[in-house]
């Protein structure tokens, strides 16, 4: 993704992306999107990411958890 993205396009994003996968007969569950989502965000949130995968199980955190938590961070490094 590129640096000058907000969160909420690159969650938008991946939200169509699982739109169209689910369409294909595939789904994508929390944990797929969750890890997709740190994979792809921009260096500024590494700091978070590294946080969020130290301290949640990321095979049970809920997808709109992971994008809070991101959003947290955002909202206390502005």
Known sequence: MKDDESLDQIVGKLMAMSVKYSSLGGSLDDAA???????????RYLNAVAGI????????????DAVGHLKVFMEHTR
Do not use: Q, S
């Open 33 to 43: 999107l969750g890890k997709k989502l740190f994979h792809i965000v921009p260096d």
């Open 53 to 64: 995968e130290r301290f949640y199980d990321l095979k049970t955190l809920a997808f709109d």
